[in-house]
């Protein structure tokens, strides 16, 4: 037998295999389309864009809103450090390792926000990660509407079922800018929804 060979016994196999199938199944679990909002004022998700149409409901899973910051540099991510909303203390701008020098306007650390949705339509998980002035203020409205709804009292956890529209103002030099809006439809408990708290 070659030198480092090991040999597994079948009950060694039959361990290894339910660990591997178990690990299996918990990843691909956490495979998630990202959901993006473009430029063009459109929702879209995956590697090929798909467009989301404005009348498929999303459940958002409140739980897993997280908040910190993501570090570009020449028009890459260098760093990313984001941290539960309901995790006691958050991320301190101040202690982020500083990864300059910096050349381009938004290079550096940036706001971030993101939250785990799911299409009621397809089942399909999606994360929705923003760093926009107009992302941060959709999850920003859509928090203060969560809030409002723990105050009613002792329930179990409230999910909001939104679906995703375009907004938009006039900018005097660069015309339409679009943002986010996340408008919700009804509240239903997150474990009807079969959702985990995170």
Not at 88 to 93: A, E, L, P
């Amino acid at each position: 037998m070659a030198e480092g060979t090991a040999i597994i016994t079948k009950t060694k196999a039959k361990e290894l295999t339910a660990q591997y199938e178990d690990f299996a199944e918990e990843t691909s679990n956490l495979q998630k389309d990202f959901l993006k909002f473009t430029k063009q004022g459109q929702f879209v998700h995956g590697t090929e864009e798909i467009s989301v149409d404005d009348v498929e409901e999303f459940a958002v899973n409140m739980s897993t809103l997280a908040r910190g910051f993501i570090c570009w540099k020449s028009n890459e991510v260098v760093d990313e450090q984001m941290s539960l909303v309901s995790a006691k203390g958050k991320i301190d701008k101040k202690d982020l390792i500083d990864h300059g020098p910096y050349e381009g306007d938004m290079d550096g650390w940036n706001d971030q926000a993101q939250v785990d949705m799911r299409s009621l339509e397809s089942g399909m998980e999606m994360l929705f990660k923003t760093s926009s002035r107009g992302g941060l203020n959709a999850i920003s409205a859509i928090s203060k509407e969560f809030a409002n709804q723990l105050k009613l009292g002792p329930n179990e956890m409230p999910c909001p079922v939104v679906t995703l529209e375009p907004g938009f103002y006039k900018h005097k030099e660069f015309g339409k800018i679009f943002f986010p809006k996340f408008i919700i439809k009804r509240w239903v408990p997150l474990s009807e929804l079969e959702l985990k708290a995170a």
